[in-house]
């Protein structure tokens, strides 16, 4: 008896397929962050939602493996698993965007951007939870929790999640939401690509049209006080307040503007969803720190996409996260040891995302990922466009992360978690186990591989 060798040849006639030695193979594997070199049985790249199915299907009966990616901003901890009988299902060619501006709803076809969902949104006075990033995808975001510049009042993005189309493990077009698979649609709000490949979800949009909004800026000599007058504000703000503050470091370089070229900064930024009187007076003890730059002001909902200046292209980046419950003078001085004035980290920069609030109470619909536990999210990311620069900023991370270890908590958030780590962390207890017993229902066979592996 022979045995048949699983060949990624037989995808051929499902979709667009790059295999390994095929002149498209190294552009089509290359995700966003760059840095990654992931190197699958195939990349594939559906243009409708019957590709995916015969995507899926071809790929299942070939012994193989499937991996839904969008766009590859999550795909660090995705290129440290083994994809040789993967197939890579890029969805960047499966778009578009329908606003239900009555019921006020998305539609978003699985790999959509946040950019294309939030200018679809703005002619109606609504927007979404979305991140930072105007080319993060929805679907990647949404599925692991989505933390917003609206989250303390708003809590996670997955919360808003209404139903999602889903190709399943077995090749199946499945609808879930909550009359039809209500346990698939519990299992999405958090569970990521561990599913199913997700070719449409619907969100709920919020009236936002407007909100103040911007950012604070000082010369890293500043640090110290800035940091400590933000932990302490931090902890008397209301929720409707969402802001971050990194400590930054740029390189000298002609394409970014003066005020960034060649220094180290601290920024703080995010969102007030406040009226303008009152969102002054709660900015005031920031801006009596008389920062060099202050563009907080009420801003069309849609302005909210380019406050935080994430790189507007592809980047190759290496980075680490932990949450942390608290932060005290002490874990400002223990960052500030790191990366404060007269350091000289390889790191572009280290974050505090304030979170609690609404972010830490489960959501109204509920889910596998409700809430997050913790009240600040830090992340530290560098810039490695070769490998010693990957090793050094590893190193400066993990530096940051063992200095704040006191204060720091076993949990993450799923979505800054740039490493592989134990998904576990990112649930309640109670609410993994079921998540778990639904993967394995789901996909018994464990064809879908995510970057964070249920
Ligand atoms: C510059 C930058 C800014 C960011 N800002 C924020 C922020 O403000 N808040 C925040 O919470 N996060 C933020 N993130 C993190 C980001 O939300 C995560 O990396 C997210 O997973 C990216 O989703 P993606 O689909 O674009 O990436 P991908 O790497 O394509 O996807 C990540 C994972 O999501 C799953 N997935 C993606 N698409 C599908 C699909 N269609 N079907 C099934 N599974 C799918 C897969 O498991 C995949 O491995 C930021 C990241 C970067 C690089």
Redesign the pocket.
């Known amino acids: 008896m022979s045995i048949t060798t699983p060949s990624a040849e037989t995808l051929r006639g499902a979709c667009a397929v790059h295999l390994p030695g095929d002149p498209g193979y190294d552009a089509a594997r290359t995700?966003?962050?760059v840095s990654v070199d992931q190197r699958p049985a195939a990349v594939a790249v559906p243009r409708t939602v019957d590709e995916v199915v015969a995507l899926v299907r071809a790929a299942t009966a070939a012994g193989l493996r499937v991996?839904?990616?969008?766009?590859?901003?999550?795909?660090a901890a995705?290129g440290t698993h083994d994809l040789t009988d993967v197939v890579l299902v890029r969805?960047h060619e499966l778009t578009g965007v329908t606003v239900d501006a009555g019921a006020r709803t998305a539609r978003v076809v699985?790999?959509t951007l946040w950019a294309d969902v939030v200018a679809a949104a703005a002619p109606h006075g609504l927007t979404a939870l979305h991140?930072?990033?105007p080319d993060?995808?929805v679907?990647?975001?949404v599925?692991?929790?989505?933390?917003?510049f609206y989250g303390r009042r708003e809590g996670l993005a997955s919360g808003t999640l209404t139903a999602a189309e889903v190709v399943t493990a077995d090749g199946r077009l499945v609808r879930a939401d909550e009359n039809e698979n209500a346990d698939l649609l519990w299992a999405l709000r958090g569970g990521?690509?561990?599913l199913?490949?997700?070719?449409a979800i619907e969100l709920e949009l919020l009236p936002i049209a407007d909100v103040v909004g911007g950012m604070l800026l000082w010369d890293r000599e500043r640090a110290p006080e800035v940091l400590r007058a933000w932990a302490a504000w931090t902890r008397a703000v209301p929720e409707s307040v969402t802001t971050s503050l990194r400590v930054m470091s740029f390189p000298p370089l002609p394409e970014l503007p003066p005020f960034l070229s060649g220094r180290q900064l601290v920024v703080i930024d995010g969102a007030v969803l406040e009226d303008d009187d009152r969102a002054a007076e709660l900015l005031a003890p920031l801006r009596a720190l008389q920062p060099e730059m202050d563009t907080f002001g009420r801003v069309p909902a849609a302005a909210m996409l380019e406050v935080?200046m994430?790189?507007p292209a592809p980047t190759p980046?290496v980075g680490d996260h932990a949450m942390l419950g608290s932060l005290p003078d002490e874990a400002v001085d223990a960052l500030l040891a790191e990366v404060g004035p007269g350091t000289s980290s390889p790191l572009m920069f280290a974050e505090l995302r304030h979170l609690g609030g609404a972010f830490a109470r489960p959501t109204r619909r509920g889910g596998a990922m409700s809430h997050v536990v913790g009240e600040y999210a830090l992340l530290c990311v560098a810039v490695a466009p070769f490998p010693e620069a990957a090793t050094a900023g590893k190193a400066a991370a993990a530096a940051v992360l063992t200095a704040l270890a006191p204060w720091s908590l076993p949990t993450v958030?799923l979505?800054?978690a740039e490493k592989r780590v134990d998904t576990s962390a990112g649930f309640d207890p109670e609410d993994w186990a079921r998540l778990a017993h639904l993967r394995e229902s789901w996909d018994p066979q464990r064809t879908l591989v995510?970057?964070?592996r249920v």
């Open positions: 995700p966003w962050n991996a839904p990616q969008s766009t590859g901003h999550g795909a995705l969805l699985g790999g991140g930072s990033a993060v995808a679907a990647g975001y599925l692991s929790g989505g933390l917003s990521g690509g561990n199913g490949v997700v070719v935080h994430d790189p980046a958030a979505t800054f995510a970057n964070h």
